[in-house]
């Protein structure tokens, strides 16, 4: 287990791998931000957000919560999206699950967990949505990963229900926003290929919040 001191020792050391490959490395990153993706994950702390995309400091524009929730009521992620899609201008939301979630697994089970209650009801509420699909697999571990899967589906939807994200859409054609699972086991991200104008269309009789109407 890495020590409380030997935290400073690394950060000396990273400091000194990226100014021997960019002298200017620091003074760069402390110009400003120009993100093109703003990651939205879980609070895991088996999940970097930067490293399993391959990204460097400045190039992702990131939010966690355990598992990796959109709710309305939840100021905080609403600032996040807000500031990421007006003033950063990004180009693409990815809202990012893993398998073997806790947070996932702690909603699958009927029992009261406290004030974790509130929060999990938004994953218990995805199963309810998908219960006939997800009571259909008898195999229990692939029941827990279907669920980390259409929960991701369901956070994306949440996205795209915001005024900020489908004005911004209706002006410049971003963001788009992706679903995307992080297999701890091989270290692979999984792409779900959601539709993302179809579930626009499909979401507008009721969350249309522009006077748009999408066509496919």
Not at 61 to 84: K, Q
Not at 160 to 176: D, F, R
Request: glycine share 4%; aromatic share 10%; net charge negative.
């Amino acid at each position: 287990m890495t020590t409380y001191q030997q935290i400073f020792e690394n950060n000396r050391n990273w400091v000194a791998s990226k100014t021997a490959l960019d002298v200017d490395f620091f003074k760069k990153l402390a110009s400003d931000q120009n993100p093109e993706y703003l990651y939205i994950g879980c609070s895991d702390s088996r999940v970097p957000a930067n490293e399993i995309m391959g990204l460097d400091s400045g190039e992702v524009f990131v939010h966690r919560n355990i598992a990796n929730l959109v709710c309305a009521t939840d100021l905080n992620v609403m600032a996040v999206i807000n500031y990421a899609v007006r003033y950063l201008d990004i180009k693409h939301i990815i809202i990012c699950g893993h398998y073997n979630c806790g947070g996932v697994k702690a909603a699958m089970q009927p029992k009261d967990m406290g004030i974790l209650n509130p929060w999990l009801r938004n994953i218990r509420d995805v199963y309810r949505l998908h219960k006939e699909e997800l009571n259909a697999i008898t195999d229990e571990k692939q029941r827990y990963d279907r669920l980390v899967e259409l929960n991701v589906q369901e956070q994306c939807v949440n996205v795209i229900k915001l005024a900020s994200v489908q004005q911004e859409y209706v002006k410049t054609g971003y963001p788009i926003v992706h679903g995307w699972v992080f297999d701890l086991k091989t270290g692979l991200l999984k792409d779900l290929n959601l539709d993302f104008e179809k579930i626009l269309h499909d979401i507008q009789e009721i969350y249309n919040l522009t006077d748009t109407n999408w066509k496919r």
